[in-house]
């Protein structure tokens, strides 16, 4: 009984009719989380003594960082899942977090190439953490990439499952490599930020990463319900559910 | 019945060895290919000269990481035709039909894809680090730093062959799926290069180096079965 809902997962139908409900609270949650928090974080929130303004993106940046490296983690356990239990929801689960964290990691990186050049006076410096976003970057475009290539949807699925699950293994690894190259190689002078933050402006941050955790979790379902409708197509329920639409 | 079976089943040490003698021989036949990974390290090496600066100070300091990111390419290259041909004349299916564990099999293409591309590269490398004026110091972790680094990229790199040997044009995506995945040893590797030139201990890298290889020994393998298995059976 208590694994019920695990198996109804099995069954896009199932899912697609119980998020229905969910798709417009999420939206306008995260939305209004991210736009009230904007406000708050942007106008009331104290400047910092040392970067001025500057360091306003900050509230994009971080949650943005923090996010795309959990949709990776989205991605291959839901990769998982799919070649472990042959769930088909699992499968696009996996096929639409690709494309959504590689434009937030995408965005992380830009944002962070804003934040750079006010501060560190250069848009791009091989720093560590900005090295291992952008091999991160590199992993989703793989992944998406792998995906693209083949014409049979489920050998497409099986194997970027497997990549993706390599690519997890790999992350920690290439996480750490990356950090001991930056301190092997460069003057420890560019510091991110110190290690505290005053609680007047780690409040605001908090709600932003909440609201973009929401924002992406909307977006995650939004895109595998129009993958389910697409692959789906064929069957009874998608013609009835595209007919009461129109 | 069943006896009968089991004694027709050759040990995991035969399969082994029959499928790496099998390869070897290929590889052996096909001779041409086998300098093709050697000829693009010594041209791509030559053109680093030719386009950045002949002074021997400056290719010293660029020599280690170089050489590195070169053979690395050049294993990336090699990398395509890795299960190539035994997919396209049905060998691969039979390798994995086969009661022996497709592990083992695994292993030992890939084993000897190694002795063919790892192990020439390796062996070339100090030559050309003449040519880079790679300082004296550096010779002898280069050599140890490829040997161990060269059989992870080997592993690494044919879980990209195993993904893409089904498709026509896999050559350009299977570098683009690999390469982030090689960041952790071509970073151990230059590095290992570079501190014994500048007189330090290397002995770090170099243990790094190893257990990525134990590492990709254990795990690897599993992923390219799998990755042979979604090849094959579509």
Do not use: C
């Not at chain 1, 900005?130 to 970057?137: D, F, G, K, Q």
């Not at chain 1, 949807?153 to 930056?182: C, R």
């Amino acid at each position: 009984m208590a694994w019920q809902w695990f198996h109804r997962l099995g069954s896009p139908k199932w899912f697609y009719e119980k998020t229905t409900a969910w798709m417009p609270w999420l939206l306008s949650i995260s939305l209004l989380i991210i736009i009230s928090v904007s406000i708050w974080a942007l106008g009331f929130a104290p400047m910092d003594a040392k970067q001025g303004n500057s360091y306003r993106i900050m509230y994009l940046h971080v949650p943005t960082s923090i996010v795309a490296m959990a949709a990776y983690y989205v991605m291959a356990i839901a990769g998982g899942i799919g070649i472990i239990w042959k769930m088909k929801l699992s499968n696009m689960v996996m096929k639409v977090a690709a494309p959504i964290g590689a434009v937030l990691t995408a965005l992380a990186l830009f944002t962070g190439a804003v934040w750079g050049k006010p501060t560190w006076g250069t848009y791009w410096v091989w720093d560590a953490r900005i090295t291992s976003v952008l091999i991160l970057l590199f992993l989703y475009l793989g992944v998406i990439a792998l995906q693209e290539a083949f014409s049979d949807q489920e050998m497409a699925d099986k194997a970027s499952a497997i990549l993706s699950l390599v690519g997890t293994v790999n992350i920690p690894i290439i996480y750490k490599s990356v950090d001991w190259w930056f301190t092997l190689h460069q003057p420890a002078s560019i510091k991110m930020t110190s290690s505290s933050i005053a609680s007047e402006m780690l409040y605001p941050l908090l709600a932003m990463i909440i609201g973009f955790y929401l924002f992406f979790t909307w977006a995650l379902l939004s895109a595998t319900r129009s993958e389910i409708l697409q692959r789906e197509i064929k069957t009874k329920w998608v013609k009835q559910a595209l007919l009461q639409k129109a | 019945m069943s006896s009968s079976l089991h004694s027709s089943n050759p040990t995991v040490g035969k399969a082994f060895w029959a499928t790496l003698k099998r390869d070897l021989k290929i590889a052996i036949r096909h001779r041409g290919e086998l300098a093709n990974p050697l000829i693009f390290f010594l041209l791509v090496i030559t053109m680093v000269p030719l386009g950045v600066s002949p002074s021997p100070k400056t290719l010293a300091m660029l020599a280690p990481g170089m050489l590195w990111v070169v053979a690395l390419l050049a294993t990336l290259l090699s990398l395509d035709a890795l299960f190539r041909s035994d997919f396209d004349d049905g060998t691969l299916e039979q390798l994995l039909l086969s009661p022996q564990s497709s592990y083992i099999n695994v292993m030992a293409k890939v084993f000897v894809h190694w002795l063919t591309t790892g192990v020439p590269l390796t062996l070339v490398a100090p030559l050309l680090g003449v040519m880079m004026s790679l300082p004296e110091a550096g010779y002898i972790p280069l050599l140890l730093s490829l040997l161990l680094g060269t059989g992870s990229l080997s592993l690494i790199g044919a879980i990209g062959a195993a993904l893409t040997v089904s498709l026509r044009k896999g050559g350009l995506l299977l570098s683009l799926i690999v390469m982030p995945l090689y960041v952790p040893v071509l970073i151990f590797g230059a590095s290992g290069v570079r501190a014994a030139i500048e007189g330090f201990a290397y002995n770090t890298q170099l243990a790094v180096l190893g257990s990525f290889l134990a590492l990709a020994i254990i795990a690897a393998p599993l992923a390219i079965a799998g990755a042979l298995k979604m090849s094959v059976n579509n």
